[in-house]
């Protein structure tokens, strides 16, 4: 099983519109989730921070569940300004590398 | 300059040259990494220092690739008798080791290897 599963989309979504991404990791020792964004030949930044009793900024809602080992992402209402490519990020802790995910490109249509 | 700077920005070489990448973190960081990213890939784990100390390195990387960083303050990442498939961009980030591992990224060096 790959460390990380990510759908790479992409997802072709008008404005408006609701859209959720899932990314599931095999690693029970990691410890810390995030979500990161990056637009088209840009860095990668960070979005949101994922917690177990779920995390809410604006328009945007992270979620982990430990038991289904997967880290979800939900965007209400979307705008043309969301399309970019979010990736899953993992931490085990200590002094353990950080990982990304493939990415999953979001294209918010007009 | 309370960003992560990376140089150069973008490199052309011969197939067989050497390259050098160099990376200035945030200065009170004492995490960095390197990471490399093709096209439609997400960032894929190069290695990474904890102060001047190499704390681990990924184990798809040949013996031509080596990162050094002295003295815990900059990096550099140096890639030797350069491949076509070494073409990627070479993202550098740092962090703070305390708490969530948050990551700030320099802009990257795309290197084009011909």
């Known amino acids: 099983r790959k460390e990380v599963e990510q759908d790479p989309g992409p997802f072709n979504v008008p404005e408006g519109a609701t859209v959720a991404f899932n990314c599931t990791y095999s690693?029970?020792?990691?410890?810390?989730f995030f979500w990161y964004r990056q637009d088209c030949r840009k860095e990668p930044k960070l979005l949101m921070s994922?917690?177990?009793s779920g995390n809410e900024d604006g328009r945007f809602t992270a979620q982990l569940n430990r038991a289904s080992q997967y880290i979800s992402l939900l965007i209400r209402d979307s705008k043309l300004s969301d399309s970019a490519t979010y990736l899953c990020?993992?931490?085990?802790?200590?002094?353990?590398?950080?990982?990304f995910g493939i990415g999953t490109k979001l294209q918010v249509i007009p | 300059d309370t960003g992560v700077s990376q140089n150069p920005r973008h490199k052309i070489t011969k197939r067989g040259q050497n390259v050098t990448f160099r990376c200035d973190p945030i200065?009170?960081?004492?995490?960095l990494y390197w990471y490399r990213q093709t096209l439609g890939q997400g960032p894929e784990f190069l290695t990474y220092?904890?102060?001047?100390?190499?704390?681990?390195k990924s184990r798809l990387l040949s013996d031509r690739f080596s990162a050094e960083r002295p003295k815990g303050s900059f990096s550099t990442l140096e890639i030797q008798r350069t491949e076509q498939g070494d073409s990627a961009m070479y993202l550098c980030?740092?962090?703070?080791?305390?708490?969530?591992?948050?990551?700030?990224f320099g802009a990257g060096s795309r290197l084009t290897v011909l």
């Open positions: 980030a740092s962090s703070l080791n305390a708490g969530a591992n948050v990551l700030t």
């Open positions: 690693n029970s020792a990691s410890q810390s």
């Open positions: 994922v917690y177990s």
């Open positions: 990020v993992w931490d085990s802790g200590g002094y353990q590398k950080v990982t």
């Open positions: 200065s009170e960081h004492n995490r």
């Open positions: 220092f904890q102060n001047e100390a190499q704390l681990e």
